[in-house]
C-alpha cells in the first residue's frame, strides 16, 4: 500500500522491532513526529531535554538490554546534538540508529535555514550513514540500518531524510527483519595453535572486554577459568559479564584497576584477550606491557588484531564460535602455584583498603551494594567515580554495568540511566560526580516526567576531581581551573525539577537516605559531600608501566 515516508518510518521501526525511541521534535521532522502521535499505541517515544541527552538515553537503552536504540532530531543544531552521542556509541561499539530530519531536497547545499550537511559531520563517527533522497529508497535504508548496526562489530548508523522524502508517497510492504550478516568463522589452525598456547601456560588470565558480553560468552568465561585453572580480568566495558563474587574474577585492570588484576595479567604466562582493544588505559607502557606472556587475542573485527599490541595469535571471526571451539578443546589442569600466586595478591590488595568513619566513596558504595538487587543497573558519568564504581561495585547480571569508556563521555550519566530505566524497567542507579552531572542536568526534566526509577548519587568534593588529581601528582599542584567554586544547591535543584533530594555527610546519613530513596519510585537525587583530596587508587601513570603503579599517595591540601 502507499505510505508517506513519515509513515514508512514509523512502519519500519516497528517492522525491526522497536518499541521505544528517544528525542526531541522540530520543524524538520514534523511529519515524523505526526506519525509517531498517530502510533503512539504501537511505539514510545521518550521526550530527552536536549538532543545529546536522547542520543545518551538510546546509548542507556542498548547496553541494558541488548536492543538497538534509537533517536530521532531534527536538522541542524538537533542534528549536531547528537554527534557527542554518536560518538560516544562509536568508540563503545553500541548499535543504535540515529534518523534526523533536513530542509527539502531542492534547498540542499544553499545554506537553508537549520541547514547542515550532518551525513558528512558523522561519516568519521558512525559505521555507515545515509542521505536519503528518494523515498523509494527510504525502506531499505532503515531496514539496512539497523542490519549494519547490529552486525560484526556493532556501532552506529545514521539516516538523514529530508522533508520532502517524509512527505512523499510510494509503495510499502513489511518484510522480514534482515539477518545479521554472517561472522567469518576462524579457521581450525587457529583453533589448534590457540589450544596449543593453553595446554602449555602454568599461569592463564582470561581478559574479557564488552565483545566478550557482545558476544555471549559470560559462563563461557567462567567454566574456561575453572577447567584450566586460571583467573578472570576485564576492562571497563568487560564488567557485569562476570559476577563480582566468582572467585576466579580479580576485576578491571589498567590505569585505575584493582591492584590484584593487574599484577596477575603482568605475572600471566598466557593471556586469553576475549573482545577487548588493548587502549593506551589499559595498557600503560605497550613496550612493557606482560611481556612474559603470550596473547592470543579473539575479536570480531579484524582491524582489533595487534592494533595497539602485537599478539602472538590473532583470532578474527565470530567470537562464539571460536571461544566454544577453545573452551570445549582445552584440557582440564591445576595450576596450584599460580593460584597461590594469586590469592596473595588479593590478600595485598585486601589489606590496603583504609577503614574510616567518615564518608567516602568506597564506604557509600559498599552501603548502594548492600542495598540494590542484582538486577539494579549501575550508571556513571566521567571521572574519578567511574572508577570507583569500577572498583567497588558487586554486579551479579550480565549488562548491569552503563558507563562511557572508549570517548570518556562527561555529561554522559543521566541520559543513559534514564534510557536503562526505561528499557530495563529495573531500578537504576547513577553514580556521578558535581562535574559530570553539571553538564546535562537538565535531564532531570527527563527523569521526571517519565518516572524513570533512577537514583542519582553525586559524589561532590567541589572539583573535577580526576583532573585534579592529576595536577598533584603531575603538574605540581597547579589546580588551574579544577576548583569550581559552585554554589549550586543540587538539593534544590532537584525539587524545582520535580524530584525528590537530599544532601548527606556522613556514612549513617547516606545509609538511611538511600535505603529510602530506592524503595521510592521514581527519580530521587542525593548529594554527598566528599573529601576533595580523594584519590582513584591504584593508578598507573600515563605512559607508565605496572612497574611504576601508584598504591597510595600522602597529599597536602593546598590550594
Known amino acids: 500500500m502507499k505510505m508517506t515516508g ?102 540542499i547545499g544553499r545554506d537553508s535555514f537549520q541547514e547542515i550537511d550532518i551525513t558528512g559531520i558523522t561519516l568519521p563517527i558512525t559505521k555507515h550513514n545515509y542521505f536519503v533522497n528518494n523515498v523509494e529508497d527510504l525502506a531499505f535504508a532503515i531496514r539496512e540500518a539497523f542490519q549494519i548496526a547490529r552486525s560484526g562489530r556493532p556501532g552506529p548508523v545514521l539516516i538523514d531524510v529530508p522533508k520532502d522524502i517524509q512527505i512523499a508517497l510510494t509503495e510499502f510492504e513489511n518484510e522480514p527483519i534482515f539477518k545479521k550478516f554472517e561472522n567469518s ?73 584493582h591492584y590484584a588484576s593487574s599484577m596477575a595479567q603482568n605475572n600471566a604466562d598466557l593471556i586469553l584477550a576475549v573482545g577487548v582493544r588493548f587502549s593506551d588505559r589499559a595498557t600503560g607502557n605497550k613496550k612493557k606491557y606482560a611481556k612474559n606472556a603470550k596473547i592470543i587475542q579473539l575479536d570480531i573485527d579484524f582491524a582489533e588484531i595487534n592494533k595497539n599490541i602485537n599478539v602472538d595469535l590473532g583470532i578474527y571471526g565470530d567470537i562464539h564460535d571460536a571461544f566454544g571451539k577453545i573452551a570445549k578443546g582445552v584440557k582440564e589442569k591445576k595450576n596450584p602455584e599460580w593460584m597461590e600466586f594469586v590469592k596473595g595478591l588479593i590478600e595485598k590488595e585486601e589489606s590496603s583498603y583504609i577503614k574510616t568513619d567518615k564518608l567516602t566513596p568506597k564506604t557509600a558504595i559498599d552501603i548502594i551494594n548492600d542495598t540494590t538487587t542484582p538486577e539494579t543497573v549501575i550508571a556513571t558519568d566521567v571521572g574519578q567515580h567511574q572508577m570507583w564504581a569500577a572498583q567497588y561495585v558487586n554486579f551479579k547480571k550480565s549488562r548491569k554495568f552503563v558507563s562511557s569508556g572508549g570517548l570518556g563521555t562527561m555529561g554522559f550519566g543521566l541520559g543513559a540511566a534514564i534510557g536503562a530505566a526505561i528499557g530495563s524497567n529495573c531500578p537504576t542507579v547513577l553514580i556521578t560526580g558535581d562535574g559530570s552531572f553539571g553538564m546535562n542536568l537538565n535531564e532531570l526534566a527527563t527523569a521526571v516526567s517519565t518516572n524513570a526509577n533512577v537514583k542519582i548519587v553525586i559524589f561532590n568534593n567541589g572539583v573535577l576531581g580526576m583532573v585534579r588529581q592529576w595536577q598533584t601528582l603531575f603538574y605540581n599542584k597547579h589546580y588551574s581551573s579544577t576548583t569550581l567554586a559552585r554554589k549550586t544547591d543540587f538539593v534544590k535543584l532537584a525539587e524545582a525539577f520535580g524530584a525528590d533530594g537530599y544532601r548527606v555527610s556522613t556514612p549513617e546519613e547516606f545509609s538511611k537516605v538511600f535505603k529510602t530513596a530506592f524503595e521510592k519510585d521514581g527519580p530521587v537525587l542525593i548529594d554527598c559531600a566528599i573529601d576533595k583530596d580523594e584519590f582513584v587508587l591504584p593508578m598507573l601513570p600515563p605512559g607508565g608501566s605496572i612497574d611504576d603503579i601508584i598504591v597510595e599517595k600522602e597529599v597536602d591540601s593546598d590550594e
Open 6 to 107: 513519515a509513515q514508512i518510518i514509523i512502519e519500519a521501526l516497528i517492522e525491526q522491532g522497536v518499541e521505544t525511541v528517544f528525542g526531541y521534535p522540530g520543524g524538520q521532522v514534523l511529519n515524523i513526529y505526526d506519525e509517531l502521535y498517530k502510533n503512539s499505541h504501537r511505539i514510545n517515544h521518550v521526550l530527552a531535554a536536549h538532543e545529546q541527552g536522547a542520543a545518551h538515553a538510546a546509548d542507556g537503552y542498548f547496553r541494558a538490554t541488548g536492543k538497538t536504540g534509537v533517536v530521532i532530531a531534527t536538522s541542524g543544531p538537533g542534528a549536531t546534538n547528537l554527534v557527542t552521542g554518536i560518538a560516544t556509541a562509536m568508540l563503545d561499539s553500541v548499535p543504535m540508529v540515529a534518523i534526523t530530519g533536513n530542509v527539502p531536497c531542492d534547498l
Open 185 to 257: 568463522i576462524a579457521p581450525d589452525e587457529k583453533i589448534e595453535a590457540a589450544l596449543e598456547l593453553i595446554n602449555a601456560a602454568k599461569k592463564p588470565y582470561i581478559y574479557i572486554g564488552g565483545g566478550a558480553m557482545g558476544a555471549g560468552v559470560e559462563e563461557g568465561v567462567q567454566e574456561l577459568a575453572e577447567k584450566i585453572d586460571g583467573v578472570i580480568g576485564c576492562s571497563l566495558m568487560g564488567l557485569s559479564a562476570v559476577p563480582t563474587d566468582n572467585p576466579r574474577f580479580l576485576g578491571m585492570q589498567g590505569m585505575h584497576g
